[in-house]
C-alpha cells in the first residue's frame, strides 16, 4: 500500500459502520457495506484548538518531559509492597508545582477526570483505568496486578484551565526496585492489507478476566509503511470469531473506540481518540493532509465494524498499538505491532509544528 502506487478513497462514517473502499482487487473483498460518500467541511471559524481536535479525533500532544508540566503526580500504594493477584489500592496525588498545594479541579475527558494506562515493562500487560477523584483532590483506584515484575502507570489529566499533562510512574510488584524497559518488539505479519489477530472480551479494567465472545480484530495502518513525523490512520475493523463483521459496537467512554500507542522503550506515549465522521480522501496525498479540516459528528448509540484513528508518530521505531472496544458489556482490547520508518526531513520539520495524537 505505498502510497505511489496505491489510490484509496475513503469514505467513513466511522460511528456509523461504513466501510474503507480500496482499488484494488486484492482488497476489495474486505468491503462489507455500501459506503456513504460524505465531503470533509472545514473546521468552523474560530474553532478552539481543543474543538479543532475532537474534529479530527486527534489531541494536543503533551511534553513527555515533566520540567514543563505545571503540577506533580505523588504515587503510593497500599499495602506499599504491591502484591500480585490480589487488590491494591493506588492514590495518585497532583499538587501545583509552585504551591505544592493539591489541585481539585480537572477537566472531564472522554467521560472522566483521569485516564490511567498500566503496562508491564515488557509490554505483555496492558490496563486501562479510571480512578476516582476524591474531595480533597485525591485519586484514588483499587486493581490487581497479574504477575510479578516491573510496571510503569500513565496518568493522563488535564488540570483545569492548563494544558493535558501524562507523568509517568514505575514501580515493581513485592517493593522491588523495578527494571527499566527495554523489549524487542516483533511487528505483525501484514495478511491482504490487514494485521489481523484473534481477542477474547473481557469485564471493562479487568484484561485478565476471558469470560467473553471471542473477536477478530484486523488493523490496517495507512499510508504503509508509517513514516515518523507523518499524519497516519489506524483503521480498525471488529469482526466475531467467525470473521462476520460487527455492527452493533456500542460507545465506550463517549466514544466508538480508543487507541493507546506506546514505543518500545515505553518513553513515548499517544492517546487517540476515533474520528467520528465521513470523510473521501486520495489516500496517496495522506502526508500532505490537513487533518484539522474534519468534522464531528455525535457518536452514535451503536456502530462498527470500522472505527478509524488519527495519529502522528514522533519518531521512527517500533510501537504497540492497543485498540478497545465495547461489545455486549464487555471489553474487547486488541494489541498489534507496527514499524515507523524514518520519515523525510523535510515532512518531519513541517510536522513538527503539528499536535501529535495524546
Known amino acids: 500500500m505505498n502510497k505511489t502506487k496505491w489510490l484509496l478513497t475513503l469514505s467513513v462514517p466511522v460511528a456509523l459502520g461504513s466501510t474503507l473502499l480500496v482499488s484494488c482487487a486484492s482488497q476489495q473483498n474486505e468491503a462489507v457495506d455500501d459506503p456513504t460518500m460524505q465531503t470533509a467541511s472545514n473546521v468552523p471559524e474560530g474553532s478552539t484548538a481543543k474543538e479543532s481536535a475532537e474534529k479530527t479525533g486527534m489531541t494536543k500532544a503533551s511534553p513527555m518531559d515533566v520540567a514543563t508540566y505545571t503540577t506533580d503526580l505523588a504515587f503510593s500504594s497500599e499495602p506499599a509492597a504491591i502484591p500480585v493477584g490480589k487488590p491494591v489500592t493506588w492514590t495518585l496525588k497532583v499538587k501545583d508545582k509552585r504551591s505544592g498545594q493539591p489541585v481539585k479541579d480537572f477537566e472531564t475527558e472522554m467521560t472522566k477526570k483521569m485516564h490511567l494506562i498500566v503496562v508491564k515493562n515488557d509490554l505483555s500487560w496492558f490496563n486501562h ?99 515518523a513525523g507523518q499524519d497516519s490512520m489506524l483503521h480498525f475493523q471488529i469482526r466475531d470469531a467467525k470473521g462476520k463483521p460487527v455492527k452493533d459496537l456500542q460507545p465506550y467512554l463517549g466514544a466508538m473506540g480508543h487507541c493507546v500507542i506506546l514505543s518500545n522503550d515505553t518513553t513515548k506515549y499517544l492517546h487517540s481518540h476515533p474520528m467520528a465522521t465521513g470523510v473521501s480522501h486520495d489516500m496517496s496525498k495522506m502526508g500532505g493532509m490537513d487533518m484539522s479540516k474534519m468534522s464531528k459528528t455525535p457518536a452514535p448509540k451503536s456502530g462498527g465494524p470500522d472505527v478509524i484513528f488519527h495519529t502522528n ?28 520508518a524514518a520519515g523525510s526531513t523535510a515532512a518531519t520539520k513541517n510536522d513538527e509544528a503539528k499536535p501529535h495524537s495524546h
Open 129 to 227: 483505568l479510571h480512578p476516582t477523584l476524591k474531595a480533597n483532590g485525591d485519586f484514588v483506584v483499587t486493581t490487581t496486578l497479574p504477575s510479578d515484575g516491573s510496571y510503569k502507570i500513565y496518568a493522563d489529566y488535564t488540570p483545569e484551565g492548563r494544558a493535558q499533562e501524562v507523568p509517568q510512574h514505575e514501580f515493581a510488584t513485592g517493593g522491588k526496585t523495578p527494571t527499566p524497559s527495554s523489549v524487542a518488539l516483533t511487528p505483525n505479519n501484514m495478511q491482504g492489507g490487514w494485521l489481523k489477530k484473534k481477542f477474547e472480551s473481557h469485564p471493562e479494567s479487568k484484561p485478565e478476566v476471558k469470560s467473553g465472545a471471542t473477536y477478530e480484530v484486523a488493523l490496517m495502518p495507512m499510508p504503509t509503511p508509517l513514516k
Open 313 to 340: 508518530f514522533p519518531e521512527a521505531g517500533r510501537y504497540k498499538v492497543w485498540g478497545q472496544f465495547q461489545h455486549k458489556g464487555k471489553i474487547i482490547t486488541s494489541a498489534f505491532v507496527v514499524n515507523v
